[in-house]
């Protein structure tokens, strides 16, 4: 290249770098506004709406079609279009049943209430037209309790018994509030006895042709891009029966991407709207925005066994001196609420009292109360995604303001799991996601957790009891007193931060009705219609 | 010749067990547990040791690794720990994507690389030769992810041309392979002006048209064919810089090729499937050069002396 | 090349010079990175770090450009002009400091190669060959990835990735100056292995060396913003470039000002860094022009 030549270009260079910048500068006084015009006039939600097909836009691919081969979000959706429980979860969290017509809870010999009989509905169809029977049931909860993915769910079942073709008897270990939830939950799904048989040959049938009695058979999976269903004509429950007849499962990772799709007509609904997006398609008249605060718990967690984080006082500082509104504001864009409690707000057993809201001078009475030096404090806060690390920046700023350098640093999922389990942390931004507070309590709090979900490593006997107590109190009246105390008892022994709990976004067509998401996230695609 | 080729193929075999090795053993060493990985917040430790059991996690890294080569030798790339199926399924699922982004990639490289090339070598020293340069200076200083977004903003936000994600159609690859071929056009298009450069300047240019060739057609008959054959060259050698750009591309374009499932692989510490695909990519970027290494010796004699 | 090998060194140098200064683009290149490196070295005389760089002031978030702000605020409300310009000195000592490891690791073992040859020769570039089989982008988020996210095992994973190419170069300069006859000359006045080496080998395998430096030091700052794109750069809340640019990915559509100041700051950097290092290659090799 001559110089010449170079000289010239680089002085393009230079000057297409200023006209961008000043591009930049210019678009900025109307941004706002542009952007959401651009949104609802350019482009109409597309070409017209294919009545017989929803295309629903999701950003994680499920690892598995299996319903016992995974405890993966993205696949409880996908399950819950192919197959039933036994119970399901109504619109507000409650368990219902579903595929048992009726059920009644006995009393064993020691007068506890731990056999329940359950009576399937008559004549249920699974996709291969064969028809659901008890043997279906015995043999899918059997291989649930096989499967180490969602062994949590299957624990409190001690003997599954087949009466009669429509008929079993479950057996728990003591009287189990959370049975019915179990049941609930996609580990516990009921596939056809004939193709778990046939498991021991073909190790992968249950993923390459999953056969169940849900809404919506299975077609195909375009690996990595998308999957498509139809709807199970002879599905059980006419009154639940799928209205829209074909169902196509985009996968796109990229949240702006999603957006751009719903605008330009590609995609009909998203599950998880970026919400930097969200002004812009909340002016977009064509689009419908469901915001629905969740159950999902986030919190800054620490280990409660690692000095100085084993003394209450610096917990409690650290709680008061986090500013809440800015970790919402700066990792949700806004769209999320503020944590109250150490427990979920939504769920039976909710207390909001003896939690310290953002107050940076009684943070620093704590500190005091503590009265050790802050520069000496070693807080490294994990984080595994984007939203993490902008709350986890927040924090730190927060923190300097006692006099602590925190540190963030970014793991990749499996190493942020395994270190969070093994306990070889001081602090990182996380939550957990349940749909009821027994759950819950008993995932993040108990003792015989610390190693797995309990990451705080908190021992606390009296909490471990209530816990217990609260899953064997099958009134919902008493339990709900008990979960209260529970979190009572929580928000005094302070050990870990929340922060919020974020708001589900799922957009879609403004033509599509009778959407509806639990704050648990679950949606129901067989009730919408065009 | 053909003794040439195989001795090339057969050296691929103790690469490619030796690259396997290297990134298995880096990998295993890491921090991380497949299995927590897997089952996640809410896994109990007794499902963990089960599934590290059913995983084969539990014997010595060595032990694991001559497993799975065993299983290589007679062409099985084993089981994905996440999805529990075969990894042959997954990487072929998504070879095609790949394939299709990176020929894009190469087709649009090539096909705006040549004309800049040349009618920067032709007008040498005009505003023609800046514009063509100054294109090809920010095409190999343009990080390749930002060139992707700004695309996906004006192309697929602001005039809804493309579509924003997916790889349904051939529209679905037109901005992916443009921001990922633009690094390479800026090579393919440096390399094409100077070569052209130096062919004009030769002796037998200057007998053409001494003879009275007009100058367009002593380029087009004359320079043109010999200044292609270090094009070609280049171009070939872009592969391995498209197949490792590939990995970025797709996250941004959201398509469904082996670079974004190398990347959730990693993430999620499924070592058979970075294996698997870290294997393919290499033997894709071995077989690429070997062609490469034949054209050119097609192209030049010499060359091709040396391997009979 | 062996003409530049001998003892009056000053010479060839002296016209290389001459011919660089003579390259104007080069010299726009040259100046453009030692205007870097002189704002990465000074970037703390003008900022504060804790006040100006790291500070957040969230109700200034996402500002646009204006007069306070040249470049705007990202979403923590920091001034990104500030950012950018400490951004530098992680860009830029990450980059060099890489590039420094790889050339001592690759340029040893490909040096040794290329010298004592034989089975040596073989095992170390058979070994190479298995690194550079792996497309070295790939190669290095593997690394990242599986090292974890501090600034050394990022230099480590970068450096690692770039070993490769700077054995093969220094291994085939050592194999053209090998065989000359002042090496063989030194030999027989029983000089040792190591001094030869180091004496005469390595000097007269620089001028490629520093071509690649160069353009290794640009390739290897746009792998770091691949690195940050993924998650695996470097910690909040040190100001790095990539790392700005991937934070400001998810809001492109709204607030395009975080990703362009942090995307023109690392192409102005790579492209001075290929034009000097265009300009190295000119005047280092008279044959080209």
């Not at chain 1, 929580?490 to 708001?503: A, E, G, I």
């Not at chain 3, 970037?43 to 200034?60: C, G, H, S, T, V």
């Not at chain 3, 000592?93 to 020769?121: E, K, N, R």
């Not at chain 3, 095992?153 to 770039?162: D, F, G, K, P, V």
Request: charged content about 20%; hydrophobic content about 45%; some cysteine.
């Amino acid at each position: 290249m001559s110089k010449k030549t170079r000289l010239l270009s680089l002085a393009l260079v230079l000057l297409l770098c200023l006209s961008i910048f000043s591009g930049c500068g210019g678009d900025g006084g109307g941004g706002g506004e542009t952007g959401g015009d651009s949104g609802g006039t350019s482009k109409k939600t597309g070409p017209a709406v294919d009545k017989d097909t929803v295309v629903i836009c999701t950003a994680d691919e499920t690892p598995s079609l299996t319903t016992a081969g995974h405890n993966a979000v993205a696949g409880d959706y996908v399950n819950k279009l192919t197959h039933n429980g036994l119970f399901r979860l109504d619109r507000d969290l409650n368990p219902i049943p579903d595929l048992v017509a009726e059920y009644n809870v006995l009393k064993d010999d020691k007068g506890e209430e731990s056999i329940w009989e359950l009576k399937l509905h008559e004549g249920i169809k699974f996709h291969d037209g064969s028809v659901m029977t008890a043997d279906d049931v015995v043999a899918s909860l059997e291989h649930a309790k096989q499967s180490p993915d969602i062994q949590s769910y299957t624990q409190s079942i001690v003997k599954i018994e087949k009466i009669d073709d429509l008929s079993i008897r479950l057996t728990t270990d003591g009287p189990s509030a959370s049975l019915m939830y179990d049941l609930s939950h996609h580990g516990n799904y009921i596939n056809p006895k004939a193709q778990l048989d046939k498991l021991a040959e073909d190790k992968e049938i249950l993923n390459n042709n999953p056969i169940g009695a849900g809404p919506y058979k299975f077609v195909e999976w375009n690996r990595g891009e998308q999957l498509k269903f139809t709807a199970h004509e002879e599905y059980f429950n006419a009154e639940r029966a799928p209205k829209i007849k074909n169902i196509v499962w985009r996968i796109i990772p990229e949240g702006s991407s999603r957006t751009i799709a719903l605008e330009s007509g590609d995609v009909d609904y998203i599950i998880e709207t970026d919400s930097n997006s969200l002004e812009q398609l909340e002016k977009n008249s064509d689009v419908t925005v469901m915001k629905v605060p969740s159950v999902s718990h986030n919190w800054l967690c620490i280990n409660n066994e690692k000095a100085p984080f084993d003394d209450i006082n610096v917990r409690k500082a650290i709680q008061a001196a986090i500013n809440k509104e800015d970790v919402v504001t700066v990792a949700l864009n806004g769209t999320g609420i503020i944590a109250e409690s150490q427990t979920p707000t939504g769920m039976l057993g909710e207390y909001t009292e003896g939690f310290d809201a953002y107050n940076v001078e009684l943070a620093k009475e704590y500190m005091a109360k503590w009265g050790g030096d802050p520069a000496t404090i070693e807080l490294d806060m994990i984080c595994s995604n984007d939203t993490k690390r902008r709350a986890a920046g927040v924090i730190q700023d927060n923190l300097r303001e006692l006099g602590i350098e925190a540190t963030i640093s970014s793991m990749d999922l499996a190493t942020y799991l395994s270190q969070t389990a093994d306990g070889n942390f001081t602090g990182f931004i996380g939550g957990y996601t349940s749909n009821e507070m027994m759950s819950f309590l008993k995932g993040v709090y108990l003792s015989s957790n610390i190693g797995s979900s309990n990451k705080t490593r908190l021992n606390d006997p009296a909490l471990d009891e209530l816990i217990i107590k609260a899953t064997q109190t099958l009134d919902q009246g008493e339990r709900e007193k008990v979960l209260q105390e529970a979190t009572k008892l929580l928000n005094d022994l302070c050990p870990q931060m929340p922060l919020y709990q974020d708001n589900i976004l799922s957009t879609h067509k403004a033509e599509l009705k009778n959407t509806f998401i639990t704050a648990g996230g679950t949606f129901f695609a067989q009730e919408w219609e065009w | 010749m053909w003794k040439y080729i195989l001795k090339r193929l057969l050296y691929m075999i103790p690469v490619l067990f030796g690259v396997s090795f290297l990134v298995f053993l880096i990998l295993s060493l890491a921090p991380g547990d497949p299995a927590k990985a897997i089952l996640g917040d809410q896994g109990t430790p007794e499902a963990i040791a089960q599934l590290r059991e059913e995983l084969g996690l539990n014997d010595p890294i060595l032990v694991q690794y001559f497993r799975y080569a065993k299983n290589l030798v007679r062409g099985d790339l084993g089981m994905s720990y996440k999805t529990k199926g075969p990894v042959s399924k997954e990487i072929i699922a998504r070879v095609p994507t790949t394939l299709k982004l990176t020929l894009s990639a190469i087709i649009i490289a090539v096909i705006v690389a040549i004309p800049l090339g040349i009618i920067a070598a032709v007008k040498q020293n005009t505003i023609f030769d800046g514009l063509s340069m100054f294109i090809a200076l920010i095409g190999i200083s343009i990080p390749i992810f930002w060139l992707g977004l700004l695309l996906l903003a004006q192309f697929a936000q602001k005039l809804g041309w493309f579509p924003a994600a997916g790889a349904d159609s051939w529209k679905s690859f037109v901005l992916p392979g443009f921001a990922l071929g633009f690094h390479s056009m800026a090579s393919i298009a440096r390399i094409t002006r100077s070569s052209m450069l130096e062919v004009i300047r030769q002796d037998y240019i200057r007998t053409a048209r001494s003879k009275g060739m007009t100058y367009n057609n002593v380029v087009r008959k004359h320079a043109l064919p010999n200044a292609l054959i270090p094009t070609i060259t280049v171009t070939g050698l872009q592969v391995g810089y498209l197949l490792a750009g590939s990995v970025l591309t797709e996250t941004v374009f959201s398509l469904p090729g082996i670079g974004r499932l190398i990347i959730y692989s990693i993430q999620g510490r499924d070592i058979p499937v970075v294996l698997g695909c870290i294997l393919v990519f290499t033997i894709a970027f071995s077989v690429v050069n070997l062609l490469v290494d034949l054209l050119y010796a097609y192209v030049d004699p010499r060359i091709k002396a040396q391997y009979s | 090349m062996a003409n530049n090998v001998n003892t009056k060194a000053r010479g060839p140098i002296i016209e290389v010079i001459q011919r660089l200064a003579k390259n104007k683009a080069a010299m726009i290149g040259l100046a453009i990175v030692i205007l870097l490196i002189v704002l990465a070295l000074t970037a703390p005389l003008f900022y504060d770090y804790e006040q100006d760089i790291i500070k957040q002031n969230i109700p200034e978030r996402f500002q646009k450009p204006n007069k306070d702000h040249l470049f705007g605020t990202d979403e923590f409300g920091r001034d990104l002009f500030a950012r950018i310009i400490y951004g530098s000195r992680v860009s830029l000592s990450i980059g060099f400091s890489s590039v420094a490891v790889a050339f001592l690791v690759g340029g040893f073992l490909g040096a040794v190669a290329g010298y004592f040859g034989g089975w040596l020769d073989n095992i170390i570039m058979r070994f190479m060959d298995i690194f550079l089989a792996i497309p070295g982008t790939l190669f290095a988020i593997t690394i990242a990835a599986a090292l974890g996210d501090s600034i050394r095992n990022l230099i480590i994973a970068l450096a690692i990735s770039s070993v490769p190419g700077f054995a093969r170069i220094l291994r085939s300069s050592v194999i053209s100056v090998r065989d000359v006859e002042f090496i063989e000359a030194a030999k027989a006045i029983g000089a040792s292995d190591g001094r030869i080496i180091t004496q005469h080998v390595i000097p007269n395998a620089l001028a490629p060396v520093i071509v690649h430096t160069t353009l290794n030091v640009a390739t290897i700052i746009l792998t770091i913003a691949g690195l940050s794109f993924l998650g695996l750069g470097i910690r909040p809340p040190r100001p790095e470039w990539g790392q700005i640019l991937s934070d400001g990915r998810s809001v492109i559509l709204t607030y395009p000002h975080i990703t362009a100041s942090a995307g023109f700051a690392i192409m102005i950097t790579i492209l001075a860094l290929n034009l000097l290092g265009d300009g190295l290659r000119d005047a280092l090799d008279p044959r080209l022009k």
